[in-house]
Every structure is written in structure tokens, then in C-alpha cells.
């Protein structure tokens, strides 16, 4: 059995290959980028995390590149992400970037379907509060009229508890 069908059905030892096999190249490369040792060790573990669970998702079923290319271009994207957000500037290449750009929209794709999938999931008084709060960005004294609330804190408080089941269902399901 390969290594691709090991990860998808979670065999530890080939889990614990894969990951000790290329951690320390993966720390290497992020020295590049002045990350400390123990911030590239963190970023690689969520990679690694990443690469089973699109092991078990079925899309490496047909990966055209080796795994440890694969994993490293998770752990790339996901050191440029955590850049990005420390403020740092990262220069890369036009490559990079084309593929920097697919890779954040196919993670808002993934996001997207999730948030909509889950959104079905509410109650239809909450899918219309949400609705027109954040789609149609109605006011709370507007949302109070159109669904016959008789105040602005009512309909705070209603909105709140919609947004909150929400959360928990995207927290539940992914």
C-alpha cells in the first residue's frame, strides 16, 4: 500500500515517517523568511495536519507532484499566511505569486461552501436576520420593522443568538 493510502487511513508510523522525514527541510526553508525554529515547527505541524486530512478528502488521490512537494507548498502558503499577518513583507516570485493567489481562493471557496451549507442549516427567522443585517446591511431599526420586533435590543440580542448558532454549527462540522 503507498504512502498517500497509509496517510488516508491515518497508519501512525507512516504519519510519523512523513513528518520526521521533512521537518527539518521544512524548517530550513521557513529560516529563510526570519521565522524562528519554534514558529516553523508550529506552521509544519499544521501543515502536516493539512496533508492528511486532504489525504483522507481523496485530493491526492492523483498528485501529479511528489508528497513532500505537496506538503511543503501547504507549509509554504501557510508561512506566507502567517507572515501576512505578522505584517512582514515576503518577496517571491511571479510563480508564487499566481500560485499564492489560486491557493487563498480556493481556501475562500472552501469557506464559502461551508458558511452557505451551514447558513441552510438555521431556522428561517435566523437565515432572514442574518440575511438582512449582513447581505442587504439593514439597520437594526430596519430589521426591527420588517420583522415586527418591538425593539433595536431585541433585535441585537436575536441577531447574536443566530450568529452564535451559527458559529457552533461551522465550529461542529469544519
Same mark, same amino acid.
Given at each position: ?93 511571479? %510563480? ?53 420586533? %418591538?425593539?433595536? %435590543? ?21
Amino acid at each position: 500500500m503507498n504512502t498517500i493510502a497509509q496517510l488516508k487511513l491515518g497508519n501512525e508510523a507512516t504519519v510519523k515517517d512523513v513528518y520526521n522525514c521533512n521537518k527539518q527541510g521544512f524548517i530550513s526553508f521557513a529560516g529563510k523568511y526570519d521565522v524562528s525554529e519554534y514558529e516553523a515547527t508550529d506552521i509544519y505541524q499544521d501543515a502536516v495536519i493539512a496533508l492528511i486530512e486532504n489525504a483522507r478528502k481523496g485530493k491526492l488521490d492523483n498528485l501529479k507532484s511528489s508528497l513532500t512537494t505537496y506538503l511543503f507548498a501547504i507549509g509554504k502558503f501557510m508561512l506566507f499566511a502567517y507572515l501576512k499577518k505578522q505584517n512582514k513583507q515576503v518577496m517571491m516570485s511571479i %510563480d508564487e505569486a499566481v500560485e499564492w493567489n489560486s491557493y487563498e481562493t480556493e481556501q475562500q471557496e472552501e469557506q464559502t461552501a461551508l458558511l452557505q451549507k451551514h447558513f441552510e442549516q438555521l431556522g428561517e427567522q435566523c437565515r432572514k436576520m442574518l440575511t438582512l443585517f449582513y447581505y442587504e446591511e439593514k439597520k437594526l431599526e430596519e430589521i426591527m420593522h420588517l420583522m415586527n420586533y %418591538d425593539n433595536k %435590543d431585541v433585535v441585537k440580542s436575536q441577531k447574536h443568538r443566530c450568529l452564535k448558532q451559527l458559529k457552533n454549527l461551522m465550529g461542529k462540522n469544519g
